[in-house]
């Protein structure tokens, strides 16, 4: 037993072990030096992140598998794990301008980050049930947290404790989902579950359905989105950019792994089922974000439109489609983190707002952010030759490869309708008039829009290198 955890064992989970003992550093510093310690944790957590993240990328080319496979690190974990270490650090340099502002300066507010990238970290390794358990709820309880961090609001209290249920009742099911799958196969590793699908009959697809309801509450996908546009209106907004990057990436890295490696024997069943939750996702982002007038929850319905895009690649249960995925992930990281730098800008001298009508002649007021915000929308919109256009086309590509040409068709209807609510805002900011000027922008939220708005902007000058590191991580998987 000593020989399984000897140094070399543990060497694929170095960037776990980092983030594990660096929050427990900081958890002590805080702790010791009280409110003042904030600033200081924040830039640390940042650094510690921005290590973890080398950390992934210096491992040993190939596939690492430790703690008898149920921890792997093959090109796939490392594609996402380095997306959610991006949204995860972004969303902490994004709050602290906001935090100082609001008086909500808590230190332990970017622990809680680190300590839920550490459990994303750890879902996007899993390769067995348990282990992603682990992960899921590592990653999971740290958001309850910090979704009602505001204490004092009623809306960010309601949003926590919505969530909290909702995510038990998620996890609950998922599970039952995989006692039902242990027990139909009496094996809990994907691989030892891949090879005995074939022998496990129906009772393994009744497992999976369970499974597929709590992958589905991670990634706010329908029928199990409920909870999305109540939690991002009502949690603060850099926990609200938070959720809408970083814990994405994690969720789309778990549905992917899980399905594809564990599941390869009865992929006609589940496609049926993903197809299913990518239409409804992709439809009822589009239509149900067209009355919204808050900002927030527009990009809550946004969010669960794009999760319905993202798994047209997984439908197709091709390592095309895979590549479609983390394309399309990669890129929506960057657009949503843009588009949340501009809602955290949103600040008068009467605090913050919230309103799609505040940002009436933003053209004039601030063109620079206007012109930003315009190019992150259109890319949302996919509207060529924007980095959002690409990821739908690889999406879309995979699901014409795989015969699924009614996805498809669907995919590009809903774009077309989720397009109106996208111009609605562009509208809003280049032809009223203009409303009170906000605040200048943090130099924080500058950098940040800056980069996502460039990146959106010129990535069809070279989108290669994405396309080309992303098709290695599908293939791993294959």
Not at 188 to 207: K, M, R
Not at 258 to 282: C, D, H, K, L, Y
């Amino acid at each position: 037993m000593n020989a399984a955890l000897t140094i070399p064992a543990l060497y694929p989970l170095l960037p776990e072990i980092l983030l594990g003992l660096g929050a427990m550093a900081l958890l002590m510093f805080g702790v010791y030096r009280g409110e003042r310690s904030v600033r200081t944790i924040d830039l640390a957590s940042i650094v510690l992140l921005v290590i973890a993240g080398l950390i992934v990328l210096a491992l040993p080319a190939g596939k690492l598998v430790t703690f008898d496979g149920s921890f792997v690190v093959d090109d796939f974990a490392r594609f996402l794990k380095v997306l959610a270490i991006i949204g995860s650090a972004a969303a902490i340099l994004m709050s602290m301008d906001h935090a100082e502002r609001e008086r909500q300066q808590r230190f332990e507010y970017s622990i809680l980050i680190v300590l839920s990238t550490l459990g994303m970290l750890m879902l996007i390794s899993a390769a067995d049930l348990i282990a992603l358990y682990v992960g899921l709820e590592l990653m999971s309880l740290p958001l309850y947290v910090v979704a009602a961090s505001h204490r004092n609001s009623l809306r960010s209290t309601e949003a926590g404790l919505k969530y909290f249920v909702l995510g038990a009742l998620s996890s609950g099911m998922l599970l039952y989902g995989a006692s039902l799958v242990y027990g139909f196969t009496g094996t809990v590793s994907f691989v030892g579950i891949a090879h005995s699908a074939a022998d496990a009959g129906s009772g393994l697809i009744f497992g999976l359905v369970f499974l597929f309801v709590g992958f589905c509450f991670k990634v706010s996908a329908v029928p199990f989105h409920m909870w999305t546009p109540d939690v991002y209106e009502g949690a603060p907004t850099p926990v609200t950019a938070f959720f809408a990057a970083a814990p994405k990436v994690a969720g789309i890295a778990m549905f992917v792994r899980a399905t594809v490696v564990a599941f390869p024997g009865i992929t006609a069943q589940w496609q049926e089922i993903v197809v299913f939750v990518s239409i409804a996702s992709m439809l009822l982002g589009a239509f149900a974000a067209i009355g919204q007038r808050n900002i927030k929850r527009l990009m809550a319905y946004s969010s669960i439109g794009h999760m319905g895009f993202a798994l047209i690649g997984l439908a197709a249960g091709t390592s095309e489609g895979v590549q479609g995925v983390l394309v399309y992930m990669a890129i929506y990281l960057t657009m949503t983190l843009g588009v949340f730098a501009v809602i955290l800008s949103m600040r008068r001298s009467g605090g913050m707002v919230e309103s799609i009508d505040q940002l009436a002649g933003l053209a004039r007021t601030n063109p620079t952010m206007a012109f930003f915000l315009a190019m992150l929308l259109f890319s949302m919109a996919g509207v060529p030759p924007l980095a959002g256009f690409f990821a739908k086309f690889y999406v879309f590509l995979a699901a014409i490869k795989a015969g699924l040409y009614i996805l498809a068709v669907i995919g590009v209807l809903a774009s077309v309708i989720g397009a109106y609510y996208y111009l609605a805002i562009i509208k809003v900011m280049y032809f009223e008039e203009p409303a009170e000027p906000f605040y200048s922008m943090p130099n924080e939220l500058k950098l940040v829009l800056g980069v996502c708005g460039l990146f959106n902007i010129l990535f069809f000058v070279y989108p290669g290198p994405l396309v080309g590191v992303a098709s290695a991580a599908a293939h791993s998987l294959f």
